[in-house]
Structure formats: C-alpha cells, structure tokens
C-alpha cells in the first residue's frame, strides 16, 4: 500500500498544499525524507491499522485511506 501511495504521490491521501510539501522536501532534502514521510504516516495511522487488522479488516481500511 505504501508504494502504490508513493507511486501516486499521495495524490488520494493528501490535499494538495501538503502534496506539494511531500514533493519539495523529497527534491530537497534527498530521498530519505520519503522514507521518513512514509514512516511518519504509517505511526499516524498505528492504533487504526492494529484495530483494524484485530477484526480482519485491515485491506479494506487501506485501499479506504486511498480514496480519502
């Protein structure tokens, strides 16, 4: 799920200002701040991810946080 959010740069999961952001700080600061970006986004999301894998649900929710 990562990939396919980074392949789309987060174009369905961001608003656009912070599309935007994501984009400059990747340019400028090197390419280890996607992987600190996709980090910090997956701790975000920590507590809805062991919910929603504890009821079996958790690939629904995923593809969901896509289309936000």
Same mark, same amino acid.
């Given at each position: 799920?990562?990939? =396919? +959010?980074?392949? !789309?740069? $987060? +174009? &369905?999961?961001?608003? +656009?200002? %912070? ?9 400028? /600061? ?6 600190? $970006?996709?980090?910090?986004?997956? #701790? =975000?999301? !920590?507590?809805?991810?062991? /919910? !929603? =894998? &504890? &009821? #079996?649900?958790?690939?629904? $929710?995923?593809?969901?946080?896509? %289309?936000?």
């Amino acid at each position: 799920m990562v990939l =396919h +959010w980074t392949k !789309q740069c $987060f +174009w &369905s999961v961001l608003d +656009w200002p %912070e599309i935007v952001a994501y984009i400059c700080v990747c340019i400028l /600061y090197g390419i280890d701040y996607q992987v600190y $970006f996709c980090v910090a986004l997956l #701790r =975000h999301l !920590q507590h809805d991810i062991i /919910y !929603q =894998h &504890s &009821s #079996r649900n958790l690939l629904p $929710f995923l593809k969901v946080c896509l %289309e936000i």
